[in-house]
Each structure stands twice: as structure tokens, then as C-alpha cells.
């Protein structure tokens, strides 16, 4: 069985990573998609609420499921008998951190990273920017699933707080 790890904080899930997640579990049997709990990271939702989210924008996949971990992704990866990653980059200043990533995860466990070419569709997409964009109330439905729109509202939109 070839397992892969999508690993990511997620805050929110964005249609980037859920087309990176779609095609990934088109090359692998199994495709665990892992929500990394970072402390050190000021978050805008809990790490239950962004599994749930990625669980409902992924259910249509047969072969993706959701964890969290707290830890080394490789000791995840280990634990899931998982070997490779699959992360996706965006544009050239992706590349230089995931590189470092991607020989010391080798290093460490001999875990490979697969790199994704993101769809020039959402090249510029983050979840930090859409977060900003929402908080002012601006319109992120083209980048956002449906779930994740109604979720970044209630939680940041003026507006809709009252
Ligand atoms: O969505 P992000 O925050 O850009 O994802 C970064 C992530 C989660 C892939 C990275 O921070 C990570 O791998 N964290 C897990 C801890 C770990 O294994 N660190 C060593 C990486 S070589």
C-alpha cells in the first residue's frame, strides 16, 4: 500500500491545499492528510474545528482521512507507515524552506517529500491571506469551500458578530 502525508497547519483549509489533497490521493492508495498542532502559532481555529472542516471538504475522497499530531512528522509518518509527503509549492520562495524540510525529514527517517506544482489557480493563495481578507469583510468564496466562507464569517466578520 503506498501511503502519503499531506501535512499542513490549515487555518483554514483552502481550495490550494484541497486541490493538492484531490490530486495526491489520485497517485496513492491512501492519502492522510495531517493537521500539525504548533503551539507557537497564534490560531485562528482550533485544531478540532480545521479537522472537522477538512473532513467535510474531503469526504467525497475514498482514500483521504484527517489526523492531528503533535510532534516530528516524520514519527507520524513513521507510526502510519507512511513514505512519502507531499507538499505543495506555490512559487520559487516556497521552495527554499520546504528543501531544508524535505533533506532533513530524509535524513531523519528516510522519508521522501513529493513537491506539487500548485495550480497557477491558486498560486498566491494562503490561509493567512484569506483570513485577512475576510476580516475585512472582503469576498473569499472563490478560494475558500463553502464550509470554510460560513466558518471564517462567524468567526471574523464584523457584520455578522453584530
Ligand atoms: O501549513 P504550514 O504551517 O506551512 O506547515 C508546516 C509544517 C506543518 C509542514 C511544518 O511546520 C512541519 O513539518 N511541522 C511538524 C514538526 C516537524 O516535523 N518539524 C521538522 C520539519 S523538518
New binding site residues.
Partial sequence: MRRAVC????DPVTNGHLDIVGRASRLFDEVIVVV?I?QSKNSLFTVEERIDMLRQVTASYDNVRVESFRG???DFCRAQQATVLVKGLRAVSDFDYELQ?AH??IGLAGVETLFMPTNPLYSFLSSSLVKDVAKWGGDVSPHVPDVVREALSLRLDPSVRG
Fill in positions: 501535512p499542513g497547519s490549515f500539525t504548533n516530528l512528522l516524520v524540510m532533513m525529514n
